[in-house]
């Protein structure tokens, strides 16, 4: 019998694997449908010997001291600050908007001061109830329409009018000649890569992986005292409400033999082509390689879900979901697919930290006798994560 089975080998569920296998001598079973851990962020090296994000760039940035030096005790760290171009008007300007920015887009040479001055005149202060009202409230229809309206149409498949207003509330606009996409206290990429840091985080003896695995398949084989599901809120309910709509995303790599590709990590389009941005993934992992990668991104209604779309009506339909939930002593529910929040990866780790917490306290109350630990043969075949890549020695 194991202590959890865990469903979901991403930030949500690894970080709980290793922190109740190591805190507690827990046993655990991980399961993933996919070939390997790491969920989105995973990484890997392509046929060119490149470092690449399979599913776009994942850019670590937290204000969360607690969650940096958790994560460091897996991985060492390479500075970086993400900068962002977007194609408008027929050039490559800063984003998120900044003095630089209108500067160039315009002609000018505001200072800081005449830049606050500059967007308070475009500004049209309304109600905010959307997407739309809150980037129009700030920066007036002008710059809503060059920046933003058409990248989130791409984006989420719907109007800014239709989305709830914390959509475009994510992305900031500056005064300042701040360039950087965020401004959190800790930015840095893992030295070696994601999925070398989730190996190390996986590697409790008493963490039993299953990949190519969907957990429906073996969950009444396997004994387990609680479950911890970070998949689809909806879909563990066999979606007896009705699904929670999500957004997908495709993907298509590309290698070039050219030392870059472009000018900038990530160039986003929010006015033309199908894709919202293109990614070069030699600025993200600091690797020197005489060729480049780089990936077109494409959102899609179908799909692997990705991201939670915010709207009223979604989230009264999860409300449902959660009362349901709530009602279930020892099945969990953690991560954005989880608990329906369109999270950051260190708001996952967070979040996964603070259930754990509760666990723990649980796990006391309770004082539960040790288990023993019974594979069945079916479970024989389960790997450790250190066998799920080779990697050349000199990765970034």
């Known amino acids: 019998m194991f202590d959890y089975l865990i469903v979901g080998a991403g930030f949500a569920g690894s970080v709980l694997a290793e922190r109740l296998s190591s ?18 962020a995973y ?80 500004a049209e202060p309304c109600e905010i109830r959307s997407s739309r009202d809150v980037v129009v409230n700030r920066v007036g229809q002008e710059l809503y329409e060059k920046f933003f309206r058409n990248y989130t149409r791409k984006q989420w498949g719907i109007d800014p009018s239709e989305l ?34 989730f190996d190390r985080m996986l590697a409790h003896p008493n963490i039993r992986i299953l990949l190519n695995t969907d957990y429906r398949d073996i969950v009444d084989e396997v004994e387990c005292r609680e479950v911890i599901f970070t998949g689809p809120v909806d879909e563990y309910f066999d979606y007896c409400y009705g699904r929670l709509p999500y957004r997908s995303l495709h993907f298509e790599h590309q290698t070039h033999d050219r030392q870059l590709y472009q000018s900038a990590a990530v160039i986003n389009y929010p006015n033309e082509h199908a894709y919202t941005r293109v990614t070069e993934f030699k600025y993200l992992t600091g690797q020197e390689h005489p060729k480049t990668s780089i990936v077109f991104e494409y959102p899609r209604s179908e799909g692997d879900p990705y991201y939670p779309i915010p709207k009223a009506e979604n989230a009264q339909l999860y409300a449902r979901y959660k009362e349901l939930a709530d009602t279930l002593d020892d099945v969990h529910f953690t991560g954005r697919l989880g608990t329906y929040k369109y999270y950051n990866m260190d708001q996952v780790v967070a979040q996964s930290l603070s259930l754990f917490e509760k666990l723990k306290a649980k796990r006391a109350r309770s004082l539960p006798s040790r288990p023993v630990v019974v594979l069945s043969s079916e479970l024989d075949a389960v790997r450790p994560p250190s066998s799920m890549r080779e990697e050349p020695d000199e990765a970034a």
Not at 23 to 40: E, F, M, T, Y
Not at 174 to 197: C, E, I, K, N, V
């Open 164 to 197: 709830d207003a914390s959509v475009t509330a994510r992305v900031p606009v500056r005064t300042s000649r701040d360039d950087r996409y965020f401004t959190d206290r800790f930015q840095a990429m893992p030295l070696h890569g994601y999925t070398r840091m």
């Open 23 to 40: 805190q507690l001598d827990a046993s655990i079973l991980l399961v993933d449908k996919r070939n390997h851990v790491g969920g989105n």
């Open 43 to 122: 990484d890997c090296y392509n046929e060119a010997g490149i470092l690449v994000h399979r599913y776009g760039p994942h850019i670590f940035h937290t204000n969360s001291e607690r969650v940096f030096e958790y994560l460091s005790r897996f991985t060492a760290w390479r500075p970086y600050e993400h900068r962002v171009l977007a194609s408008v008007d027929g050039q490559l300007v800063s984003m998120p908007i900044n003095a630089n920015t209108l500067n160039k887009l315009y002609g000018l040479n505001l200072s800081c001061r005449q830049v606050d001055e500059f967007l308070a005149e475009l």
